[in-house]
């Protein structure tokens, strides 16, 4: 006798072209955007991210036409940022918020994810800067972040979910709580990706249980142990983990999501989890059998 899985309905699955190999607008590596949209679809999904800004069509009515005729809708929108390096930095990111703010409001979503700089070239390797922030830079971080919360609220009535990511400043369970504990609940929430959150060391499940009010996002991810231990000891940046096969397709990785969707559905709060595995660059026919594979796997965790 099978029991049927529990029912998370305040889980809202989605994917993004992050799981079809898509890093940049625009790539040579990468598939086009029609192609990404038509097996989104086909996968499964109803709900998708904008990606990187300038990979799907910049025109709303473009891409409302576009993801209208295959039944989906957009969750978020990315950027990327430094404001750990302070005021000075703010008119540049700005600039970049705002083109892809406007997209995003223009799409109906309601959240924008907030990815910070890396310290080291996710390409190359070169170390760009101190991996270590001081304490200037962290006062710096979180006020320029509130700050960011506020005006995209004010401005586009987005709610800005900030990405802890590798080889950034917001990284390792340490990083995170002191990143949540310096930053106002109500301008700032957590985009909790559970890959990420491995690679550094972290516990989604108890991260949730310990923070569950400030997570406001949910990136599902899993990372393969034996190239993670790979990867830590000979300090491979991210970019050339990803291409080692560091995030690894559901459920043969670590976390397990069951418990993480779980500990999520308690919260009690609808959360999208946006299906994201890293796989830049990637040959054009790998991402859709395993997003078809992955969307069956959700399923049968009631998601």
């Not at 790539?27 to 300038?54: H, K, S």
């Not at 990111?93 to 310290?119: E, K, N």
């Not at 009690?268 to 069956?296: N, S």
Request: hydrophobic share 40%; net charge negative; aromatic share 8%.
């Amino acid at each position: 006798m099978t029991s049927s899985a529990p029912t998370l309905n305040h889980i809202r699955v989605g994917s993004a072209p992050d799981s079809w190999g898509v890093w940049f607008a625009d790539d040579p590596q990468q598939i086009p955007w029609r192609r990404f949209l038509d097996e989104v679809a086909e996968a499964g999904y109803t709900w998708i991210e904008l990606g990187p800004y300038g990979y799907l069509p910049r025109d709303p009515a473009v891409l409302a036409d576009e993801t209208a005729r295959r039944g989906l809708s957009v969750s978020a929108g990315t950027v990327f940022t430094g404001l750990h390096h302070g005021p000075a930095v703010w008119e540049q990111t700005w600039s970049h918020v705002s083109d892809i703010a406007t997209l995003t409001q223009a799409m109906g979503a309601d959240q924008l994810v907030v990815i910070p700089s890396f310290w080291r070239d996710d390409k190359t390797g070169r170390v760009l800067e101190d991996s270590t922030l001081t304490a200037a830079q962290w006062r710096d971080l979180t006020t320029q972040t509130e700050r960011l919360g506020r005006e995209v609220r004010e401005r586009y009535g987005l709610r800005i979910v900030v990405h802890p990511h590798a080889d950034t400043h917001i990284d390792s369970e340490e990083n995170v709580a002191r990143f949540l504990d310096a930053t106002d609940p109500d301008l700032v929430s957590l985009c909790l990706d559970t890959g990420h959150y491995a690679y550094c060391g972290g516990d989604s499940v108890k991260l949730i249980e310990t923070y569950g009010e400030r997570i406001g996002y949910l990136h599902l991810k899993q990372v393969d142990p034996e190239v993670l231990a790979a990867v830590r000891a000979e300090h491979l940046p991210f970019g050339p983990a990803v291409a080692r096969g560091v995030m690894c397709e559901p459920p043969t990785g670590v976390p397990a999501l069951e418990p993480v969707l779980a500990a999520a559905q308690r919260l009690g709060v609808d959360l999208f989890a946006i299906v994201e595995q890293d796989m830049y660059p990637c040959p054009p026919d790998k991402p859709l059998p395993i997003a078809q594979r992955t969307r069956r796997f959700l399923r049968s965790c009631g998601a």
